[in-house]
Structure formats: structure tokens, C-alpha cells
């Protein structure tokens, strides 16, 4: 036993990092998933509770695979015998007792990505199951009522149990799709926590760490698979500039205004070196592309610096690559940065008849951007102001709105 | 995306008037809000749900002098409508939510009849930056 100073913020890295092999061996054993994942998560629960006041155990993998599979057995559970301290015997398993297999955590982030699982769903599913979240953590940082991410999760197994999928690796016929899955859902993650960086919701940005440290895991795993890396790369890159992407009161700060030294120059190096690997490797995939472009933007010292030439050209691969709207949206802008704002407003009228954006503020914002470039001030307004009525976050739509007033005929 | 789902009852006809509904309807309404919110919690797409107690006890503030708040009886007695509870939920698209709000409209009244509420859908904006 280690001392009894363990405190909570100690146990809990540990536990994140046991959950997926404990949950692995368990589900390779019985073939209930949604039962072994209840069982595992009780075992979170009850170690949790017990290791900061009697220190963690010596066998702590054993520990937790013992509970849990007791959990799994015990037909009988009355609510005391939920409650008692698990005894001594709950030690008898020995760390290398519990069958780790490699693979076991690679299944499990498959498992828990299915596309049969909707968006929520997985994103819920994964961070309990991999990373070994608890549900009250993952409703916290979801803002929503425990009672609703414990749904969300339990129907996500209902969902696996349904589309009928092993405890197995998918076959080379559906991996890349469900590659694509899971790297989407890591995505999904990482965007979450690092849209919420501010005042209250600060306990969210632990989001972002937890995808940025799950999608390391895969890393670890898939270490040749180029668009793991590119998304690790691209994580990296992007979460880098946080610090400096909100003002003191939540306000957003767009990229050309913030303060670069508030960039953290570790992350770049990292997400720099990573994405540098795999583009040298002649691969190129969607996220390889946008992390690429993130270390063109990280790698400007001032915002005049930034080599928009080759922003424009990354952005153009990646039209062919993976066409969408909101690529568009910011090829038409790289375009207007180095041919101007003619010729960045030019690309953005495929769009209006574009039903993926149809009604969406995006187009507007965008718009309003280039008239502002372009000096025509009274339509940048016209799109600021429209733009602001559609977004859904507070902060874009005071920093539209104050654009739009900054240009507006009473400009102080 | 997340919505709010204001439930306007009439003056006249609004829950708050149970007690000259026959015995048994009250619950029954009740008894469908509970079904309601226990099926929003079941499909992972509940956030808040809150109802306000009677509009008879509601008050009108404004700022007053030297910050003293300046009260007095509402809300406006003429409306034809008070708002008598709201519902926060997190759906994947707009439609989703005003199927929610179409059941809660048609919450039972008097005679077992839905009470065809109106219910006011509008978007909540979340406090904080747009995603990447």
C-alpha cells in the first residue's frame, strides 16, 4: 500500500488509464459488453472512494479486475452488500493476472465509435468505457442532468448489443470507415472542450485534454496510421492557441488579433514535428491537411507573417480531399488574403445554393468579412448583423454585432 | 442543439384553474407531464424542466431610485396567456424539438381533451466561443 496522502487528483489519472484494460479483459471473457462496462465502471466507483483514504493497492489492475468481475457474478446484490468495502480478497488478483491484450483498447474505442451509435451516444459511451470517466463527470461536462448522460449511455449498448457487433477488431473491409468514426467522435470531443474555455465552464476544458490524451492513445497504438496523427497533430495545433483565443470576460479574440506569446510553443513543436512525419511519408488525409495548415498559422510570428500563399494552396488539396461547406468558407478566405476580397467573395457563391448551408451564419460571417475587406461597409453590416442573429454562441454574436457596429453609420 | 420549450396556457383554461376540473383530470394531466419528462430522460434529451407557480403571485420589478426596486402585481393583467412552466432540451435538430413541443401541447384537460397549448419554441445560445 502507498501511503494514505493519496489524494483523489492522483487516483484518478490512474484509474483513466486502467479502465480500458481492465474493461477489455472482462468483455473478451463474458460476452455481456453493457454488463462488464456496468461492472467496471462500479469498480471505478468503489476505488475511487476507497484508494485516496487506504492508499492504492499493490496490484491495482488485479484490484479493479477482481471488483468488477465479482460485480459481473454477483447475481445477488442487495444494496448493503453494493455498500461494504470490498474485503481483502478483492487483492488476490495479481496485475499480470489480468490478460492485456494490445488490442483490447483499440476494440473498445471501435466498439464504442460504431456508427450505428448516434454522435452523443458514442462521445458519452467512449469517454466512460476508454476513458474511464464516470458518468457524473461526463454529465458535468456536458451540462446536462446525470439521469440524461446515464440514457445516453445506456442506450448507446443497447445500440451495440443491437447491431449485433463482437468484441473483435473490424474487418480490413470496414476499417477505414470505422476509423473515420472514431477519429470523428475523438474530434467531436476535443471541439467540445475547447469551444468552452471560459468563465464558469472551465471544468470543460478538461474535454479537450481528454481527447487530446485518448487520441495519443490511438497514437500509441496505430503509430503508421497517418490520420491518427494528423488529428493528434491537428489537437495539438489547435489547442496550443487557447490561452490567447478569449479575452478576460469571454470574449472571442479572432486569430489575427491574439496575443502570440499566450500560444504555447511546446504544443506547436509537438503537433509541428507530427504532422511534418506524416506529410513526408507522401500521405495525405483531411486531418494531415487542417493540422498542416494549423502549423502554417502557428508558425507566424505576427499575424502579417502568416504565409497565406500556402494556406491557400493546403486549402485547395483539401477541397479535392474532402469537399464541404465549411472548407469552402475558408478557402474563399485564404484566397481573399492573398488575391483579394473579389476573389474570395467569387468562391463563396457556390454556397447560396448549397443546401448543407443553407440558412447557416457561416456564409454571412464570412461575407461580411470580405465587404469589410473589400471597403463596402454598408453590406459587411447587412451580414454581420444577419450572421449575429444565427449563431449560437453568445461571444460570436457579440463579436459580430460589435463589428458590425464598429462599421455602422454611428461609429464613434 | 439546445431549445426552450415555453408553455403558454390560456387564462381561462390553463392548469392553474384544476380546481374546476372534474375529479381525475388534474392527475391525469399530471400524470402525462411526468410520462413526458420521464420520456425526454429515457432518450437522453432532457436538460431542465421547471413549472412556475401561479401568475397571481407574480410581480413586475424595474430598476427604481437609489437602486430600490420599484414593484408592483403582474404580469399584465389583459393577457390572454402567462407562461406556466418551461422545458431545456438538447435534440439533434429543430424538428425533434417541436415534435416535443407538439406532445406537450397536447396535454390533457378537462374531458380528457388535449389542452392544444401553445408552446413557444426558441433556440438557447450556449455561453461560449464557436467550435473550431
Redesign the interface.
Known amino acids: 500500500m502507498t501511503p494514505k496522502s493519496t489524494t483523489n487528483e492522483s487516483v484518478g489519472p490512474l484509474l483513466r488509464e486502467l479502465a480500458p484494460q481492465v474493461l477489455g479483459a472482462l468483455a473478451r471473457r463474458h460476452a455481456d459488453f453493457a454488463a462488464a462496462e456496468d461492472a467496471v465502471q462500479e469498480a471505478l466507483l468503489a476505488a475511487a472512494l476507497q484508494w485516496p483514504e487506504d492508499g492504492v493497492p499493490e496490484q491495482p489492475r488485479g484490484w479493479l479486475f477482481r471488483v468488477a468481475s465479482r460485480r459481473l457474478t454477483d447475481h445477488v446484490r442487495s444494496e448493503s452488500a453494493r455498500r461494504r468495502r470490498e474485503d481483502e480478497a478483492a487483492m488476490s488478483v495479481r496485475d499480470e493476472e489480468v490478460e492485456v491484450e494490445r488490442d483490447d483498447a483499440l476494440v473498445l474505442v471501435f466498439m464504442c465509435c460504431h456508427p450505428a451509435l ?1 454522435p ?2 458514442a462521445i458519452a459511451l467512449t469517454l466512460r468505457a476508454v476513458g474511464g470517466l464516470t458518468t457524473a463527470e461526463i454529465a458535468k461536462a456536458f ?3 446525470e ?3 446515464a ?2 449511455i445506456s ?1 448507446a449498448k443497447q445500440s451495440i448489443k443491437a447491431s449485433g457487433v463482437r468484441f473483435g477488431l473490424p474487418s480490413d473491409l470496414e476499417r477505414a470507415e470505422r476509423l473515420g468514426a472514431v477519429l470523428h467522435v475523438l474530434y467531436l470531443i476535443f ?1 467540445e472542450g ?6 464558469s ?1 472551465l471544468q470543460r476544458t478538461d474535454l479537450s485534454n481528454e481527447a487530446i490524451r485518448l487520441t495519443r492513445a490511438l497514437h500509441e497504438l496505430l503509430p503508421r496510421d497517418a490520420e491518427v496523427a494528423g488529428l493528434l497533430a491537428l489537437m495539438l495545433l ?1 489547442d496550443a492557441r487557447r490561452e490567447a ?2 479575452g478576460a470576460h ?1 470574449e ?1 479574440i479572432p486569430l489575427d488579433e491574439q496575443n502570440r506569446k499566450l500560444w504555447d510553443k511546446r504544443l506547436i513543436a509537438e503537433g509541428t514535428e507530427l504532422v511534418s512525419a506524416t506529410l513526408a511519408r507522401g500521405s495525405v488525409g483531411a486531418y494531415q491537411l487542417q493540422a498542416a495548415i494549423a502549423a502554417v498559422h502557428d508558425e507566424a510570428k505576427r499575424a502579417m507573417d502568416t504565409d497565406w500563399q500556402q494556406i491557400f494552396a493546403l486549402y485547395g488539396v483539401l477541397k479535392r480531399v474532402s469537399d464541404s461547406p465549411a472548407v469552402t468558407l475558408s478557402h474563399a478566405i485564404a484566397a481573399a488574403m492573398v488575391h483579394g476580397p473579389r476573389v474570395g467573395l467569387e468562391l463563396l457563391k457556390p454556397l447560396d445554393t448549397d443546401p448543407r448551408m443553407a440558412g447557416h451564419y457561416r456564409l454571412d460571417a464570412v461575407r461580411a468579412h470580405l465587404y469589410e475587406m473589400a471597403g463596402a461597409h454598408a453590406r459587411a453590416v447587412s451580414h454581420y448583423l444577419a450572421a449575429s442573429e444565427r ?7 457579440n463579436y459580430l454585432i460589435t463589428k458590425a457596429a464598429r462599421l455602422g453609420p454611428n461609429k464613434g | 442543439m439546445r431549445y426552450m420549450l415555453m408553455m403558454h396556457a390560456p387564462h381561462a383554461t390553463g392548469e392553474y384553474q384544476h380546481a374546476v376540473w372534474a375529479p381525475g383530470e388534474f392527475e391525469a394531466h399530471m400524470a402525462f407531464m411526468h410520462r413526458l419528462n420521464r420520456a425526454l430522460t429515457d432518450a437522453g434529451e432532457m436538460v431542465g424542466v421547471e413549472a412556475l407557480a401561479a401568475p397571481v403571485e407574480a410581480k413586475i420589478v424595474r430598476a427604481g431610485k437609489h437602486g430600490v426596486p420599484a414593484v408592483t402585481d403582474g404580469p399584465f393583467a389583459e393577457a390572454k396567456e402567462f407562461l406556466a412552466g418551461y422545458w431545456i432540451v438538447e435534440v439533434e435538430k429543430a424538428e425533434r424539438a417541436y415534435e416535443i413541443a407538439a406532445t406537450a401541447s397536447s396535454a390533457t384537460g378537462p374531458g380528457g381533451v388535449p389542452l392544444n397549448m401553445a408552446i413557444e419554441v426558441r433556440r438557447v445560445m450556449a455561453i461560449r466561443p464557436p467550435d473550431v
Not at chain 1, 475547447?194 to 468563465?199: E, H, L
Request: glycine residues 6%; positive net charge; hydrophobic residues 25%.
Open positions: 448516434t452523443p451516444s451540462l446536462v442532468p439521469a440524461t448522460m440514457q445516453r442506450r471541439n475547447y469551444a468552452s474555455s471560459i468563465g465552464d489547435t483565443r478569449t469571454g472571442l449563431t449560437e454562441s453568445v461571444p460570436e454574436r
